[in-house]
């Protein structure tokens, strides 16, 4: 091969490469919005998506509250944020969302201490977990990723609405497709009738996720609150750390230099939660689904108006909102 062709060849190659990432980076926060004097809680920002999200709102001018459960890693990720970020407006409140003692005592010193709460991302979630209970008794990724979130938003519900407009975001993931809501078993306490899936029990949290954020839209309508849920598309993160000693996990640890061609970086992740959290054209709408910074269509079961109610009627039994 002559140096010619071999230019050409490298040149072609670093093209198909720019453009391969320009695709699997997804579309970008446009937004310039300042958040002066807006307080914004995050929870999982010790690392991934969270972290970049907490950075890119802390330069905006946020107070930024970092809800982790790692008090190490929590104050390690404050540093790195303010750092980052050129903001001291950053601290760390423990939250473990497998307790629900964790989630109402981080409520109440949210409500103790702070007046206002302008943006709640429920970013935290686990993925591919082995099979597990939390504390209280629900399956961990129901637990975690749907139950956890439910109860904070609405312990937090006060100082939303008296900070009006203000917004929920929600992660969620593509994955709802694939989930089911079996109302007889969404306690996670019940006998289940299906062997577990760890991958399954993941979609179906993440479906309870959708679910929650289109009805706590209609709950909240005229409120001045605004709720989305997001799909952040393939991202490196910690949750592959789920797979260390599985067959999957070695595979993925074998592929793993052709996803860092076709996954997001933790901050191309976070730009469809920064988009829904601070663009000026979401003012006004509520309860929607989007990916890669622009609105996308739900599965069918996600629009299941029926199930989305009677969820959240189960689930405030579940947390204790409304006495059984």
Not at 137 to 158: A, C, D, M, S
Not at 161 to 177: D, F, G, K, L, Q
Not at 273 to 280: G, K, L, N, Q, R
Request: net charge positive; glycine share 8%.
């Amino acid at each position: 091969m002559s140096i010619t062709s071999g230019l050409l060849l490298v040149g072609l190659v670093t093209c198909v490469f720019y453009y391969i990432r320009r695709w699997a980076a997804g579309g970008v926060c446009q937004s310039k919005r300042r958040l002066d004097g807006k307080t914004v809680i995050i929870t999982g920002a010790n690392s991934g998506m969270g972290k970049e999200t907490a950075v890119n709102l802390a330069k905006r001018g946020a107070r930024v509250i970092l809800a982790c459960r790692n008090d190490k890693r929590g104050e390690a990720a404050v540093a790195e944020v303010k750092q980052r970020s050129g903001s001291n407006a950053v601290l760390y409140r423990k939250l473990d969302l497998e307790e629900l003692e964790s989630i109402r005592k981080f409520a109440n010193k949210i409500v103790e201490d702070d007046e206002r709460v302008d943006i709640l991302i429920n970013n935290a979630g686990i993925w591919a977990h082995p099979h597990s209970k939390t504390v209280d008794g629900f399956e961990t990724h129901f637990g975690v990723n749907y139950i956890g979130h439910f109860y904070l938003t609405n312990l937090l519900l006060g100082r939303l609405r008296a900070s009006a407009p203000s917004r929920v975001v929600n992660v969620s993931s593509r994955a709802h497709i694939i989930g089911h809501i079996d109302l007889d078993e969404v306690d996670g306490k019940a006998t289940r009738t299906r062997p577990y899936k760890k991958m399954i029990a993941y979609a179906e949290s993440k479906l309870a996720v959708v679910l929650f954020t289109r009805e706590l839209a209609k709950r909240l309508d005229g409120t001045g609150v605004t709720t989305y849920v997001v799909h952040p598309g393939c991202v490196r993160t910690r949750l592959q750390r789920m797979l260390s000693g599985t067959l999957i996990g070695y595979v993925y640890n074998a592929i793993y230099p052709f996803l860092c061609v076709l996954w997001k970086s933790p901050s191309e992740g976070a730009q469809t939660t920064i988009h829904c959290a601070v663009d000026e054209r979401l003012d006004n709408v509520s309860g929607r689904y989007y990916v890669d910074c622009a609105e996308s269509r739900l599965a069918a079961c996600a629009e299941d108006k029926a199930v989305a109610q009677k969820l959240w009627e189960i689930s405030e039994k579940q947390t204790g909102l409304v006495k059984q």
